[in-house]
Nanobody
Framework: EVQLVESGGGLVQAGGSLRLSCAASGFTFDDYAIGWFRQAPGKEREGVSCIGHGDGTTYYADSVKTRFTISSDNAKKTEYLQMNSLKPEDTAVYYC?????????????????WGQGTQVTVSS
């Protein structure tokens, strides 16, 4: 069973930083990609970033490019999303998910269940 546990969210002022973690289990970590998604109140869930464990391909949504950095510790089966220069519009619940692919154009389809997410709130 695919299990993903997000952590690291919190309340931060605009311009601040947070690092999210995603601990994965229940699937072969090296064979798939991990994607980060977020959902703000009243909005649809959107793909923010992803990384492929096979070739290290990464993707960033335009809204976070140059501010967010995704990384992976394959030995720990843990994914990280370093978020710098945070803006109030980054406020959302952030989720990680196992995805079938990650390309420079976007995040592939998800599989398995979603985690509980971690709340990120950026005050102005």
């Amino acid at each position: 069973e695919v299990q993903l546990v997000e952590s690291g969210g919190g309340l931060v002022q605009a311009g601040g930083s947070l690092r999210l973690s995603c601990a994965a289990s229940g699937f072969t970590f090296d064979d798939y990609a991990i994607g980060w998604f977020r959902q703000a109140p009243g909005k649809e869930r959107e793909g923010v970033s992803c990384i492929g464990h096979g070739d290290g391909t990464t993707y960033y949504a335009d809204s976070v490019k140059t501010r967010f950095t995704i990384s992976s510790d394959n030995a720990k089966k843990t994914e990280y999303l370093q978020m710098n220069s945070l803006k109030p519009e980054d406020t959302a619940v952030y989720y990680c998910a196992a995805v079938l692919s990650c390309t420079p154009q976007g995040v592939g389809a998800t599989f398995g269940s979603w985690g509980q997410g971690t709340q990120v709130t950026v005050s102005s």
